[in-house]
Structure formats: structure tokens, C-alpha cells
């Protein structure tokens, strides 16, 4: 037994993940402290000391929108503006009581701390309803705090007067109302996916020590990531969903690649190797494709990079942090950890569930593969059939940046939001004109101002009212806010953002020497947005399309394999794109409780990074046993069902943990992030099933030997292999 340890362990010097799983196991003790202090003070940094910087939205538009967005917070004091609403169905707003509730509400924010402007209330025309409005001064830090206290002056005024309804919304009021429900949406999740995660894992492994520790290993790898956000996003502010982007990919890799691991051991040691060989052979195997695999799901999420939108960018940062940090875990402290437990990986076996183990020809997946390979034809035809059917929504898809109108009316703010809506009804929308000179008041500026006036009159069918114009203290800055027919991204709105843009404002304040003049609001920035990301689409696609070409050409030494595999991940992406669209877009999800809206417009391109990235674990996992059983000799209609099958049981372990994990999110009550719940769980639902079961092995029996062709002009390619075949512990 030493000698064939000995002798595997020369074999693989060369093997990085070897080399670091053999000194955490002789190390394990600063191996397993290392990472609990690494994890301690990345959380101390992040939570405690230099906590996350989040992305101002307006600066990070892209185009026109995203200047208009800076020369305003440039120029303007920053400020919230709230609203408290008083409303009665039997008293009317010239009864004394009303009056003096009105009254109540004026002099409790006069008196609040952090409050300013409070105007003049304004009455509706049913005469039931108060509109007050008032500004919190200072910048997001400052008016989270204050809003505080003018909630509490609200509250206050609404127990005072308990036969109106009183309350508060606005745009520091929503703000706290929807971190708080996300921070306590998010302990949900966590919580939920950590005890589902568990539940899967006991199913997988029997036991309840071996269960827990790819779950602790995911865990930790989030927690140290979220606090690594901190500092990092001071150099490069982050978007406020990274959190929940962490948590969905981090808890999935990092179970994932803890799993292939484990699982690999368990089979070491099964197979007669003792606890340190065996951990030195799941070093040299599963720790190199869990190495391998990372990276390249890193790679992908770089993609996210040339995405052209600050969004995307935090996105890849918040991915490839915790992507790194997991195969860290899983390459230091894993090991040390199952030396350090040996035999006792073992302890609180669960009765009546036992392992799950791969079983040859047996089981659901063994039943349907030899059904596939025996009409392989047949089989790639419907399964292709089946998902581009899923895929023909996609032609409809419509995106939105969101707003209030995505945000959940569990909340009571946004309740109140939609009351005064309907109290105080505005018929349209409006885009803004931001015009910045050296002065905004000069004869030329205001000619032009006066100019766009009268050409946005001159088109009824497009615009409607007159337009307001607000100045910047110093003049240098007119915000002219001109309402228009269409309302948020409808056709007509983004019809009158086309004729700002390309008539109105150029022939009015846009020609004027020294003048810049953009066009802002929500259908100007949604299609800047919009245009942003697919004018990048191409570089992100060719990025993420030829890392993953390359990756599977090298390793797999084919030129097959790696057009293939793309062209089956594009399958599966466009199936989860049409999906959503019909469970959001079309509403059919409404009937499991879904929000119903247009698709958020950076989930596509996140999407298509994120899949292709998580697919390719999968692919590489199952496509390099294959591989091994055709260079044994095997045929490859032979080596498709070994390999298929002998994956089998870990991959459907893996596959289900990301699906119930990305699923929870489906119960948020934001509606992009059901989506992204949605969109992920389907995804690699679809990949698990449809594409692994059925369209893999059919294509392979197809192409048979000219899966491994290779043009002699390439055969300089190395030869690399993400999971080396060890050889078996016994002769």
C-alpha cells in the first residue's frame, strides 16, 4: 500500500492541487486556522470597519442618461424628497379636523431633525386627500438616517389622529423599506437553502458530519466574500444586488466543488487507500478539476467586464471573489479537514437514507441513456425541438430598468405610494433636459429653453403641459423637466425621447457655442441602457465564447467537443431566456405566486455569463471520464454511457443543490430577483436534464469517432486532463 502511494505521489508532483492538498493535510492545523482567521477578518473588514460602497444609479448609466446623471448630482444639493399623505373616505380637507390633522403633520416635521422644505399641502380634487411634502438634505448615508426620524414623526402624527390615515413615502422612505425587506428576505434565503442544501447532501452522503461540510464550506466562502466587498468596493464602487449575487453563486460553487471532492475521497477510500491517500488521490483528481473549473467559470464571469455598464462590473467582481475564495476553501482547508476528521466523516448516519451511490446500469438516469443511444437520432431531434420551443418567447423580450413599478406592495410605503397616485393622478410621464453653460441664465440659453417649449407644444401627440425649469444655485445648470403622453417605456414615451434627442433639443439649446444639453428620464435610460449592453454583446460573447473554445479544445484535445459544447450551453440559455419570458413577461408564473413585468435589463447578459461559466463545470466534469474510457479502449458509444453514468449520482447531487439553492430566490418579493431566481434554477435545470441526459450523449453516439477529431495543424496542443485517471488502490 505505501509503495503505491508512494508511487502516485511522484506521479503527480507536477499537480498544483496535489502539492497543496499534501501540505494541508501535514499542516492541517494552521491549514484549518488559517482559513477560520482569513474568513474572521475579511467579515471584521467588510462589516465592521470599512463597510461596501454601492454604485450611485445615476452616475453608472451609460450614454446620455449617465452625464445628465452627473452634472446633476454635480450641481443640485443632494436630497430625498418625501411625501406624507393624509386621507379620510367621510372627512374632506376644509372639515377642522382634517385641517388640523394637516397642521399636525406640518408641525412634527418642522420640528424633526434632518427635515427641510416642508411645503404647503396640496389637496385633491374629491377633497379627501392631503399631499406634504418635504426634503431629507444630504447625501444616501445621511438621509438613511434621518428618514428615520420623520417616519417616527409620521407614526407619531398617525396615533395622533387615528380617524385619518396618515403615512409616509418617498424616495429615502421606499429606499429603507426595500433594504430592510431584502436584508431580511436574504437571511431567508440563506437559511432556507442552507437546510435544503443539508437535507440534499444527507440524501447524497447518509451522514450527517460528511453532509455538513460542503454547507460550512459554502457558507464560509460567503461570508468572507461579502466582507472582502468592503475595501474592495471602495476602489470600484458595487451595485446593492451584489449580495445577492454572492449568495447564489457562492453557496452553489462552493457546495459544488466540496462535493466533487468529498465524494471522490469517500471512493478512495472505499476502494482500500487509507484517509491521507485518499485525500492526496481527491487532491490530484476532483481538487484539479475543481482548480480547473474555477478558473474557468472566473474567466467567464470577467466577461461581465466588457459589458460597458458599472453594474456588470461589480457583478464579475462580487462572482470571481467568491468563486476564488471557494476553491481556496476547497483546496487548503478541505483537505485538512477530512485528515483531521478521518473515519469520523462518517459520524451521524441517518437511518433508512444511506448513499447514494452510482450504479452502473442502474436507476433512472442508466434507463433513459440506453434509451437515448439506442435512437440517438430520434433524441437529439425532440430534445432539440423541446427547447427551441422554449426558446421562440425570447423573439418578444422586453426589458426595464425597474422602478417603482417592479418593487413589492407588501410594503406599506409603496401602499402609500400607489395611493397618492391614484389621489393625485398625473396623466403621462416626463424625460428631463439637463443644460449645462457658464450660465444658464444668459440670453442664449434661456432663447433656447424658451424654444424647446414651444417645440415640445407644437406636438401634442407627444408631449402635454408646460415644462418646469430648476436652476442649480450657482446657474450654472437648467434641469428642465418636460412631461410627456407616454408614460415609463412605452411607445409613445420612447417616441418623444426620439424627438429630443434627435430634433428638439439639437435645433434648441443643443446648438448653442459652450452649452452640453443631454436628454435623461426612464425612457431615455432604459434604452441607453439597452443599447449600451448590446453594443457590447458582441465583445462579451466572443470573450466568453472562445475562453470556453479553448479551454475544451486544450483539455479535450478536439475541435469537436468545444463547438458542440457551446452550441448545447446556447440551447439551454436561450430555453431559460424564454422561459422567463413567459413566466414574467406573460404572466404566467402569477399563478405560483410570481410577479408578472418586463425582464430586467441587465439579467440577460448576466444570464448568459453566469450559465455558461456553472455549464462548463458540468461538461468538463463528465466529458473528461469520458474521454478516459475511449482512451481505454472503450467505443465511444461505450465511453458516453460510462462516463454519463458513472457521473451520474455527484452531477445530480450538484445539479439539484444549484437548482434548490437559485430557486429559493424565486420567493423574494422583488421582482428581479425572482427572475434571477428564476432564470439560474431553470437554467441549469434544463442543462442537468434535457442537455446532459438526452442531447450530450445522442450528439456523441452520432459523431462517434469524429467527437476526438483534431486537425494535425493542432497537434502541437498539450495534453491536459482536469481529472487524471489514478490508478486503482489494489492491482
Known amino acids: 500500500m505505501a509503495a503505491q502511494s508512494n508511487t502516485h505521489t511522484a506521479s503527480t508532483n507536477h499537480n498544483i492541487a496535489a502539492r497543496i492538498g499534501r501540505w494541508s493535510v501535514r499542516h492541517r492545523r494552521s491549514a484549518i486556522l488559517g482559513w477560520l482567521a482569513f474568513v474572521f477578518v475579511s467579515m471584521a473588514l467588510g462589516f465592521n470597519l470599512i463597510p461596501q460602497k454601492n454604485i450611485e444609479q445615476m452616475d453608472a448609466l451609460p450614454g446620455e442618461s449617465g452625464k445628465a446623471g452627473k452634472v446633476l448630482n454635480d450641481a443640485y444639493p443632494d436630497k430625498a424628497g418625501e411625501q406624507v399623505l393624509v386621507q379620510s373616505k367621510s372627512l374632506r380637507a376644509s372639515d377642522s379636523q382634517f385641517k388640523a390633522a394637516v397642521a399636525d403633520v406640518s408641525k412634527r416635521l418642522k420640528d424633526t431633525e434632518g427635515v427641510s422644505e416642508v411645503a404647503a399641502p396640496q389637496i385633491s380634487k374629491d377633497g379627501h386627500s392631503a399631499l406634504v411634502t418635504f426634503s431629507l438634505p444630504g447625501k444616501k448615508d445621511v438621509t438613511e438616517k434621518s428618514v428615520v426620524h420623520s417616519l417616527a414623526a409620521v407614526h407619531a402624527a398617525q396615533k395622533a389622529n387615528p380617524e385619518l390615515r396618515i403615512a409616509e413615502t418617498g424616495d429615502a422612505s421606499i429606499q429603507k423599506a426595500e433594504l430592510d425587506k431584502s436584508n431580511e428576505e436574504m437571511g431567508k434565503s440563506m437559511f432556507f437553502s442552507l437546510g435544503l442544501t443539508l437535507i440534499i447532501l444527507l440524501f447524497t452522503f447518509g451522514a450527517f458530519v460528511a453532509a455538513g461540510i460542503p454547507v460550512l464550506l459554502g457558507l464560509t466562502a460567503v461570508l468572507a466574500t461579502l466582507g472582502l466587498l468592503g475595501p474592495v468596493s471602495q476602489l470600484a464602487p458595487v451595485d446593492e444586488s451584489v449580495m445577492h449575487v454572492v449568495l447564489l453563486v457562492g453557496m452553489a460553487v462552493g457546495v459544488d466543488y466540496s462535493l466533487f471532492y468529498l465524494k471522490r475521497e469517500r471512493e478512495e477510500r472505499a476502494a482500500g487507500r487509507d484517509a491521507n491517500a485518499a485525500i492526496e488521490a481527491a487532491a490530484a483528481t476532483s481538487g484539479r478539476a475543481v482548480l480547473i473549473s474555477g478558473f474557468t467559470v472566473m474567466v467567464a464571469m470577467a466577461g461581465m467586464y466588457m459589458g460597458g455598464i458599472a453594474n456588470f462590473a461589480s ?417
Open 315 to 731: 457583478f464579475a467582481t462580487g462572482t470571481i471573489i467568491v468563486v476564488a475564495v471557494a476553491v481556496l476553501g476547497s483546496l487548503t482547508v478541505l483537505p485538512a479537514t477530512l485528515s483531521k476528521l478521518g473515519h469520523r466523516v462518517e459520524k451521524g448516519r441517518v437511518p433508512l437514507i444511506g448513499r447514494i451511490r452510482d450504479r452502473g446500469g442502474l436507476g433512472l438516469w442508466s434507463r433513459l441513456l440506453d434509451r437515448v443511444l439506442r435512437r440517438p437520432l430520434v433524441s437529439a431531434v425532440l430534445a432539440t425541438g423541446v427547447l427551441l420551443a422554449l426558446t421562440a418567447p425570447v423573439v418578444g423580450i422586453q426589458t426595464s430598468l425597474g422602478g417603482t413599478d417592479t418593487s413589492s406592495r407588501d410594503l406599506q410605503v409603496m401602499r402609500t405610494y400607489d395611493r397618492v397616485n391614484a389621489a393625485f393622478p398625473s396623466e403621462g410621464g416626463s424625460e428631463i433636459v439637463v443644460i449645462k453653460a457658464d450660465n444658464a441664465t444668459s440670453p442664449k440659453v434661456v432663447a433656447g429653453i424658451d424654444k424647446l417649449e414651444r417645440e415640445t407644444a407644437a406636438r401634442p401627440a407627444l408631449f402635454q403641459g408646460k415644462p418646469s425649469v430648476e436652476l442649480s444655485s450657482d446657474k450654472t445648470v437648467a434641469s428642465v423637466t418636460v412631461p410627456t403622453v407616454g408614460e415609463g417605456t412605452n411607445a409613445k414615451a420612447n417616441k418623444a425621447v426620439d424627438a429630443l434627442r434627435e430634433d428638439i433639443v439639437p435645433n434648441s439649446v443643443g446648438n448653442i457655442d459652450g452649452v452640453e444639453a443631454y436628454t435623461s428620464g426612464e425612457a431615455a435610460a432604459t434604452r441607453d441602457f439597452n443599447e449600451a449592453m448590446i453594443g457590447h454583446l458582441p465583445l462579451v460573447f466572443a470573450f466568453v465564447l472562445s475562453a470556453a473554445f479553448l479551454l475544451l479544445l486544450v483539455t479535450f484535445r478536439s475541435i469537436v467537443i468545444p463547438v458542440k459544447a457551446i452550441a448545447l450551453n446556447l440551447l439551454s440559455v436561450g430555453a431559460a431566456y424564454g422561459l422567463l419570458v413567459t413566466v414574467f413577461q406573460h404572466g404566467a408564473g402569477k399563478a405560483l405566486g410570481l410577479q408578472s413585468g418586463d425582464i430586467a435589463a441587465w439579467l440577460p447578459l448576466f444570464l448568459f455569463v453566469i450559465l455558461f461559466g456553472l455549464s462548463m463545470d458540468y461538461h468538463v466534469f463528465i466529458l473528461t471520464r469520458v474521454r478516459e474510457a475511449y482512451d481505454r479502449g472503450m467505443s465511444t458509444g461505450d465511453a458516453v454511457a460510462h462516463g454519463i453514468k458513472s457521473t451520474a449520482g455527484v452531477v445530480t447531487s450538484a445539479a439539484t443543490v444549484m437548482v434548490g439553492v437559485f430557486a429559493m430566490f424565486a420567493l423574494s418579493s422583488e421582482l428581479e430577483m425572482q427572475q434571477l431566481g428564476v432564470g439560474l434554477a431553470a437554467a441549469v435545470l434544463i442543462d442537468a436534464t434535457i442537455i446532459r441526459g438526452i442531447l450530450l450523449p445522442a450528439t456523441m453516439k452520432l459523431l462517434g469517432d469524429w467527437n476526438w477529431y483534431l486537425p494535425r495543424k493542432l497537434g502541437w496542443l498539450p495534453k491536459v486532463s482536469p481529472e487524471p485517471e489514478v490508478a486503482p488502490a489494489y492491482g
